[in-house]
C-alpha cells in the first residue's frame, strides 16, 4: 500500500529521472514529501516559467523528458511559457501540477483549472489522474507519448487527495521507447532520385537526432557530396567547419545559400518541419506544392504532408533514418561537388563577423575572439532579441547538444536554460546570451545557478531597448517610437547582489580579461555589455532602418 505520491516518485525512478525542476506549492506535497527519501535531485526554481523551460532544455540537450513540478493555477499558468516551447519545437517534457481536490472540483474552487481545455493546443496530451491506483500506467503512458513520434509536452494532472490516497498498484515498468525505421523501399526510391538529381540540398531540423546520428549524416553528406544547411535553431546538427555545411536556414537567412535551396531540384528534409521562420514565410519551399522535388523523412506521419506535400515522405525518426540511408551510396561521382564546397564557401565569408560598427564596443571582435576560446563542446542558450544574430551567424557550432535556443522565438529562455545546461553537463562551460529585456524575463533564475553553485556566464547585451521590436517600429512606423525603451538596473551590480560575479564591458578591448575573470571567478557571472542601440543588426543601423537607407 502506498500513496499517490509514493507512486509518482516510483514511475519517475522506474523510468530513469534523476532530477525535476519545481516550484512547491501545497497542492503537491505528498510529493515532494516522497521525494524527500528518493534518489531524485529536484531542482528548486524561482517563476514556473524558468522550471518549465529548464525541464524543456533537458528534453533538448538529453532527449529524454525534462520533468516539471508547478503547482495548481498560477503555478500551471506561469508554466504554460515552458510548455509552448516544447511544443512548437519538439521536445520530450512531462509537466506535473497538482490540482484541487476532487471535491471541490468543477466549483471554480481556489486555483483552479482545466487543465485540458487550458493546455489543449499547446500540449501533446493532457491527462487528470482520478485513481492513485492508476499512476504507474498512465505516468509510463506519458513518458512514451512525450518521446515518441514527433515528441512533445506531456501535462500529468494529479488531484491533491488523489495523491494522498492509500492504494494497491502494480509497480510501473518504465516506457519502451518506439522506433520509426524507413522501409527498404522508400530508401531506394530515395537513392534513384539522389543518383538522377542535378542540384541536391539537404536540410535537417526537429528533434529525435543524437550525437551517433549526427556523425552519420556526416557520412552520407560525405560519401554524397551533399551540401548541408540546418533549420532555424537546429546548429547543434551538423559541423560548421565541415566543407559540406552550407549554413543556417533561419531568420535573416544568407541570400546565397536562400537561392540554392530554391534552386536545388531536390530537397532532402531531415526531421523538421520547415515552418514559418526557416521557410521565409513558406517561399524557400512552397506551400503546399513545392517547386522542387520533396523527400521528407519525419518521425510523425501526421507532420507529413501537413505543410507541404513531398514527391517521398517516408515516416522514420532522423536517428533511424541516417542509419539505413547511410548504407546506400551514389552511382556514380556526384555532378555537384564542386557546388557544395562553394556553399561552404559562402557560409564561412556569411559568418565572419564585421570588426566595425556604431558605438564603443564591437560585438563582432567579441565573437571573434569567444569563437577562438570556447572549446567545441561549450553550451550556448539564448532567448529571443536582435543580439541572438550574433550567436547564431557568428558562432561554429560544431557538435550535438551544444545548443539551447527556442525556435518558438521565445524570450527569457537563455538563462533557465543555461542553469538545466550546467546542472546535467558540469564539466563543460555554458554560456547564455541575452537582451536586456530577455533577462529580465526570467533572469531571476540566475538565483538558481547560485543556489546550486553552477557557474553559468550569462552575456546581457544591453542596448537598453526592446531592440527587435524597436526596430520593426521604425521601419514600419519611423519615428514614433512606443514602448520599447528600456530603463534597466546594473546587471553587474545585480549579479553580486545575488552572490553572483559581475562585469561591466564598455569598451571591446574590456571583454576578454572580464570573461577570463568570470571564468576564474568559479560563480555563476552576468557579464553586460554596454552596446549602442544604432547597432541593431550586424550591418545595418537603426537610423539607417528609420531612414530606408
Ligand atoms: C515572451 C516574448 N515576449 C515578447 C516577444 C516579442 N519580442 C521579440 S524580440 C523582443 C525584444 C527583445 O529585446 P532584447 O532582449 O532587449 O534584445 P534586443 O532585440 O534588444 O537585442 C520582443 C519584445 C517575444 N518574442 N517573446
Not at 493546455?119 to 504507474?136: H, S
Not at 514614433?480 to 549579479?495: C, Q, W
Request: net charge neutral.
Amino acid at each position: 500500500m502506498k500513496t499517490g505520491g509514493k507512486l509518482i516518485v516510483d514511475a519517475l525512478e522506474a523510468n530513469g529521472v534523476d532530477r525535476m525542476y519545481c516550484v512547491p506549492g501545497e497542492s503537491y506535497l505528498a510529493v515532494l514529501d516522497a521525494l524527500h527519501d528518493s534518489r531524485i535531485r529536484s531542482i528548486v526554481c524561482r517563476q514556473e516559467g524558468g522550471a518549465a523551460m529548464m525541464a524543456d532544455c533537458h528534453g533538448r540537450l538529453t532527449g529524454r523528458p525534462g520533468i516539471c513540478f508547478v503547482t495548481r493555477g498560477p503555478g500551471a499558468t506561469n508554466a504554460s511559457a515552458g510548455v509552448h516551447i516544447a511544443m512548437q519545437d519538439s521536445i520530450p517534457m512531462i509537466l506535473f501540477i497538482g490540482q484541487v481536490a476532487s471535491h471541490a472540483k468543477e466549483r471554480e474552487a481556489f486555483q483552479e483549472v482545466d487543465y485540458r481545455r487550458f493546455f489543449g493546443d499547446i500540449a501533446k496530451w493532457v491527462v487528470e489522474i482520478d485513481d492513485a491506483a492508476r499512476i504507474p500506467e498512465l505516468v509510463t503512458r506519458a513518458f512514451a507519448v512525450a518521446m515518441s513520434g514527433r515528441p512533445g509536452p506531456v501535462i500529468v494532472s494529479l488531484p491533491e487527495d488523489m495523491l494522498t490516497s492509500v492504494v494497491e498498484a502494480p509497480a510501473a515498468l518504465p516506457a519502451t521507447p518506439v522506433e520509426t525505421r524507413p522501409g527498404e523501399e522508400e530508401l531506394s526510391k530515395l537513392e534513384a532520385l539522389l543518383n538522377s538529381a542535378k542540384n541536391p540540398f539537404v536540410i535537417l531540423g526537429g528533434t529525435r537526432w543524437n550525437a551517433e546520428a549526427v556523425e552519420r549524416i556526416k557520412k552520407i553528406s560525405e560519401a554524397w557530396a551533399l551540401p548541408v544547411g540546418v533549420s532555424f535553431r537546429r546548429q547543434m546538427l551538423f559541423d560548421h567547419l565541415h566543407e559540406n555545411y552550407a549554413g543556417d536556414i533561419g531568420i535573416g537567412v544568407n541570400p546565397k545559400l536562400a537561392k540554392a535551396v530554391k534552386e536545388a531540384d531536390l530537397v532532402l528534409l531531415v526531421g523538421g518541419r520547415f515552418g514559418e521562420m526557416p521557410s521565409s514565410d513558406y517561399t524557400l519551399i512552397k506551400s503546399p506544392y513545392p517547386d522542387q522535388t520533396l523527400v521528407h523523412v519525419h518521425a510523425d506521419t501526421s507532420e507529413l504532408g501537413r505543410v507541404y506535400r513531398p514527391t517521398l515522405a517516408i515516416n522514420a525518426s532522423p536517428a533511424a533514418f541516417v542509419e539505413a540511408f547511410a548504407k546506400r551510396k551514389p552511382a556514380a561521382k556526384p555532378v555537384w561537388a564542386e557546388a557544395t564546397k562553394a556553399l561552404h564557401a559562402a557560409y564561412l565569408e556569411w559568418s565572419t563577423p564585421p570588426l566595425t560598427g556604431p558605438g564603443a564596443v564591437q560585438m563582432g571582435p567579441i565573437m571573434n575572439w569567444l569563437e577562438k576560446v570556447l572549446p567545441e563542446d561549450a553550451i550556448l542558450t539564448n532567448g529571443a532579441g536582435n543580439y541572438a544574430t550574433w550567436v547564431h551567424r557568428f558562432h561554429r557550432f560544431r557538435r550535438f547538444a551544444t545548443q539551447g535556443a527556442p525556435t518558438s522565438g521565445s524570450m527569457g529562455y537563455g538563462t533557465p536554460a543555461a542553469v538545466a545546461a550546467k546542472g546535467l553537463f558540469p564539466d563543460r562551460e555554458v554560456i547564455a546570451f541575452a537582451g536586456d529585456g530577455c533577462f529580465m524575463m526570467n533572469g531571476q533564475e540566475f538565483a538558481t545557478a547560485v543556489q546550486y553553485g553552477l557557474p553559468i556566464i550569462v552575456i546581457v547585451v544591453n542596448n537598453g531597448i526592446y531592440g527587435t521590436i524597436r526596430m520593426h517600429q521604425e521601419r514600419e512606423y519611423p519615428g514614433r517610437v512606443e514602448a520599447t525603451d528600456l530603463k534597466n538596473p546594473d546587471f553587474a551590480a545585480l549579479a553580486r547582489a545575488y552572490g553572483g560575479h559581475g562585469e561591466t564591458v564598455r569598451e571591446t578591448d574590456e571583454f576578454a580579461p572580464a570573461f577570463e575573470r568570470a571564468r576564474s571567478s568559479g560563480k555563476p557571472t552576468i557579464i553586460e555589455i554596454k552596446l549602442d542601440p544604432e547597432a541593431i543588426t550586424p550591418t545595418r543601423t537603426l537610423s539607417d532602418i528609420r531612414d530606408k537607407r
